[in-house]
């Protein structure tokens, strides 16, 4: 995949990443029948400092994605490197180095903690596993990250019930820092949580990208989140991504017909805007990633679709007159000011209640 990125600004480097879960049959002696194309040659470049946001309706492996970077899931198939070391084959064993450099903010805060635990034990697990300090060094360290997230470091042996749900998603952020990652993948880590306190871990983050250097792979979908928060932005559809910009390049001027529906189901604040804006209402329900449209996987419910979009996959490449950092994965990408709907939309809903529906 083409990028403008230097090499060495590269932190994790993701090529043809495949992930296909198998669908077996039988009692006793089980057989393979097929298999869910979960990630289905997915590759990304994420740079040193930065914020990769990764948005797609439920279902389209967004999650499954950030198990495979994470290395949580074995890669069926592709190539993973990050900081330099290629870890697309390593073992559970092998992989513990590298997981100082990696971790995972869960979108829930409530079942990500274990709730017979006290919260000192939590935060300070990863201490442990790596053997990184004991005793009394490994409590002042808890204590400070607790500090670090907005916690009072005096609540180290309460339990995780105790907490609010914004207090606790603070928790899973400090466990998270515990080992100074280098990258840190945030799966839906405001969804679960209330409007009010979305901001507030929010503005957390994004201080602490400040104050450590982090780099941050982003997954939301609340679209208007994800514009605050990212530098880049990727757009994922039944196992692939479809586009990749720049966030003021993709909000400008999305290519992609299905990122252009996005975002027009996207809530906007101001009420005049939101009733004199065209909404893209798409046919059809996504298809089974057990067995998905040949071609481009999108054309079954494109308004642009043609008869070679059903034949022929598209390349996920620069688009004529977009800057080089801009790919689509389109035949024929909508152009600036195209209009693939107008005042009242005439096409069958499908994107209706996208903001609202439960992550993948």
Do not use: W
């Not at 400090?174 to 839906?188: F, N």
């Amino acid at each position: 995949m083409p990028d403008t990125a230097v090499d060495g600004d590269v932190l994790l480097n993701a090529d043809e990443i495949v992930k296909h879960f198998p669908i077996k049959e039988g009692i006793f002696f089980k057989h393979q029948v097929g298999s869910v194309k979960a990630v289905d040659g997915v590759s990304l470049k994420v740079r040193r400092g930065e914020t990769l946001g990764l948005v797609g309706e439920t279902g389209c492996g967004k999650s499954t994605l950030a198990r495979c970077i994470t290395r949580l899931f074995p890669l069926t198939s592709g190539h993973l490197t990050f900081d330099g070391a290629d870890l697309s084959k390593l073992s559970r064993s092998q992989m513990r180095p590298y997981r100082r450099g990696m971790q995972m903010i869960f979108q829930d805060p409530y079942g990500s903690l274990n709730s017979r635990r006290r919260v000192g034990s939590i935060i300070g697990d990863p201490l442990a596993i790596h053997n990184i300090a004991s005793g009394d060094e490994r409590k002042k360290r808890v204590q400070g990250l607790m500090e670090v997230v907005g916690l009072n470091p005096e609540h180290y042996n309460r339990f995780p019930a105790e907490f609010s749900g914004g207090q606790r998603q603070r928790i899973g952020v400090a466990r998270a820092l515990a080992l100074h990652p280098k990258l840190i993948v945030c799966d839906e880590p405001v969804s679960a949580l209330d409007v009010s306190i979305q901001a507030q871990i929010i503005n957390l983050l994004e201080d602490l990208q400040g104050e450590f250097g982090l780099t941050y792979v982003f997954i939301a979908h609340d679209l208007a989140v994800v514009q605050h928060v990212s530098d880049r932005v990727a757009v994922m559809y039944l196992g692939k991504i479809v586009e990749v910009a720049d966030v003021k390049d993709l909000y400008s001027t999305p290519r992609h017909p299905y990122t252009n529906a996005l975002l027009s189901a996207s809530v906007v604040a101001d009420p005049d805007k939101a009733r004199v804006r065209d909404r893209i209402i798409l046919t059809g329900d996504v298809p089974s990633p057990i067995n998905p449209p040949s071609g481009c996987r999108f054309h079954t419910r494109c308004p642009k679709a043609q008869a070679i979009c059903s034949t022929e996959e598209p390349l996920l490449q620069t688009a004529a007159g977009d800057p080089a950092g801009h790919m689509t994965a389109c035949h024929f990408p909508v152009a600036e000011g195209e209009k693939l709907a107008s005042g009242k939309a005439t096409i069958l809903h499908a994107v209706e209640g996208f903001l609202a529906e439960a992550p993948s």
